[in-house]
């Protein structure tokens, strides 16, 4: 425990230093004179302000600002700091989170295989249609403004590789283009399906590093003979034989390239198949034509590919450690619920993503705090798995007494032991029998 106490208490004397960040508001032009609302006040103001910020008036924070620092403000002075410049700095500050190393969620022993495993997926909301001019939406009905915000994580350290907050109609495939030099040596990458080009399958095996992600089933794929894969032989096998799943050396085309992979299949339920099939007919008769039986066979599987080296990973250790990225859904929902992330009201566009962008310094913050309180448990013991709705919900409840701890040095020590012994005992997340938290398919299955 007092190893992370310390780190702890390093970080945030780092990360809140009044001088520091009053420099950083500085070199942005957010502080150019002598000001009651400096930089360090101002992210104060901006972090522990009502999460709700549709309920949350000019008023509300004037009064928060008058409530800890006793000196008045009006709120027509905090519109006026809401500019270009406080965007900047705010934006500087998330940076500056990004660029901090984590403390490890798991043992070098323990994830020895790769440097880092990391996450990725975005997550979309509506916003008011005065702020289309910077967030564009798809242009469907009812979406003229939309947001996105890129998210990748490192399961092993437990930070924030990437956050990117960017126009809606800016999509995944354009932000997997754009981040292919950011792919580094010795990493697993696992992404949803929109992030997967033969680009970044082929990118990642140059930097000798690993992927699971399902398949693109416009891919053309051959078996290790170079002909094309009968999905419908595939499909009609599993189904006489009553196998789960299959897994097939498969080359994938990219152009004149062939790309070996390992291919696994496994059949969804009937549910499921009849789903994607009504949706495909739907498709397909908005447009003219009829589904092709290879494609019928297709949507009756699960696909999922990987360079992973047989004797790392079986079929179903892949299976299982492709469910990781299930774990970004559940961060999405946390921010959604407990953050109010998607509720906007139309204020200044310049408010609006300082806001914003607090809200996600404020959950580096907290996800910093989870990750090493998973790694808290004892040697020999079973990986603490924390709820993220759980813990977010109480780091809320606390928000008050972080306020205290972090920005006036009150019993910063004590409040932090209270909450690794609170989220350990209240914080705790209900596995399902027979299945395995994130933890334990890292633990057993990739080390």
């Given at each position: ?27 942005h ?12 006040r101002?992210?104060?103001?901006l ?32 519109q006026?700091?809401?500019n270009?410049s ?31 495993i ?9 916003l ?26 490192d ?24 981040s292919?030099?950011?792919?580094e ?88 198949y009849r ?9 397909a008769?908005?447009k003219g034509?009829?589904?092709s ?5 297709k ?13 790392w ?42 806001q914003?962008?607090?809200?996600m ?33 109480t ?25 690794f ?27």
């Amino acid at each position: 425990m007092d190893k992370y106490l310390d780190k702890f208490k390093s970080f945030f004397e780092d990360s809140f230093d009044t001088d520091s960040l009053n420099k950083l508001a500085r070199s942005h032009q957010f502080v150019q004179r002598k000001s009651v609302l400096d930089g360090k006040r101002f992210l104060e103001l901006l972090l522990f302000s009502e999460r709700d910020t549709k309920l949350q008036s000019l008023e509300d924070i004037a009064l928060d600002f008058s409530q800890y620092y006793g000196t008045h403000i009006s709120k027509q002075a905090i519109q006026e700091r809401f500019n270009d410049s406080a965007v900047r700095f705010i934006s500087a500050v998330l940076q500056d989170q990004l660029g901090k190393k984590a403390t490890a969620v798991l043992t070098a022993e323990n994830a020895y295989r790769f440097d880092k495993i990391l996450i990725k997926d975005s997550t979309r909301f509506k916003l008011p249609k005065r702020f289309r001019e910077d967030f564009k939406g798809h242009g469907g009905f009812g979406v003229d403004s939309q947001i996105s915000i890129q998210f990748e994580y490192d399961l092993i350290a437990g930070g924030v590789a990437d956050l990117n907050i960017t126009p809606a109609n800016r999509n995944d495939q354009k932000d997997s283009k754009e981040s292919l030099d950011r792919i580094e040596p010795n990493c697993l990458y696992i992404r949803d399906l929109a992030y997967v080009s033969q680009e970044y399958i082929d990118r990642i095996g140059q930097n000798h590093s690993y992927y699971v992600n399902r398949l693109n089933t416009r891919w053309t794929v051959l078996d290790s003979e170079k002909k094309p894969l009968d999905f419908v032989k595939i499909e009609k096998k599993l189904s006489k034989n009553g196998f789960r799943w299959i897994e097939i050396d498969v080359l994938i085309e990219k152009g004149k390239k062939l790309l070996p992979s390992r291919l696994i299949l496994e059949k969804v339920s009937e549910q499921t198949y009849r789903e994607r099939i009504r949706k495909a007919e739907r498709a397909a008769k908005s447009k003219g034509y009829s589904l092709s039986d290879d494609y019928r066979a297709k949507t009756r599987l699960n696909m999922i590919i990987t360079n992973l080296p047989k004797g790392w990973a079986n079929a179903e250790q892949v299976r299982k450690t492709y469910s990781l990225r299930w774990q970004i859904e559940l961060i999405f929902k946390t921010w959604k619920s407990q953050m109010k992330l998607n509720r906007v009201k139309p204020v200044r566009i310049q408010r609006f993503k300082c806001q914003l962008i607090a809200k996600m310094i404020w959950i580096m913050i907290n996800r910093r705090f989870l990750a090493a309180i998973e790694d808290l448990s004892e040697k020999g013991e079973k990986p603490i798995k924390l709820s993220e709705w759980k813990f977010f919900k109480t780091v809320m409840r606390l928000s008050n007494e972080m306020r205290k701890a972090v920005f006036y040095s009150e019993n910063l020590e004590t409040w932090l032991v209270n909450l690794f012994e609170t989220a350990k005992k209240k914080c705790r997340a209900e596995t399902k029998k027979g299945k395995n938290n994130h933890l334990e398919i890292l633990n057993f299955f990739l080390a």
